[in-house]
Nanobody, 127 residues
């Protein structure tokens, strides 16, 4: 499994960005076979879970800090997982990475070890 994150950039507070995570899987597998998570790490801070879409049941989860502002979704035709980020705040500034695992962690998604990671994309929210 290979993941490639993109879509980061500089945005003013209150603006929107959409991050993309292109997922390459073996032909016999689909996006639904993997839990896909978005994580972020700001300078001097630990990595934190932002959102996750589970395998199988496709349940979605969000960190409290982004609920109501961020939306995770899958595009099966493009094998891509999106993170739509609205009402951005300076506190959202971080390097965002996507990760995948065959195991769905459910409500403990943010503590999962995730076997596969993509490179990060920088999101900066500043006026």
């Amino acid at each position: 499994v290979q993941l490639q994150a993109s879509g980061g950039g500089l945005m003013q507070p209150g603006g929107s960005l959409r991050l993309s995570c292109a997922v390459s899987v073996a032909p016999e597998f689909t996006l639904d076979d993997y839990a896909i998570g978005w994580f972020r790490q700001a300078p001097g801070k630990e990595r934190e879970g932002v959102s996750c879409i589970d395998n199988g049941n496709r349940n979605t989860y969000y960190a409290d800090s982004v609920k109501g502002r961020f939306t995770i979704s899958k595009d099966y035709a493009k094998n891509t997982v999106y993170l739509q980020m609205n009402s951005l705040e300076p506190e959202d500034t971080a390097v965002y990475s996507c990760a995948a695992d065959e195991i769905g962690y459910g409500s403990s998604w943010y503590r999962g070890t995730y076997n596969y990671w993509g490179q990060g994309t920088q999101v900066t929210v500043s006026s």
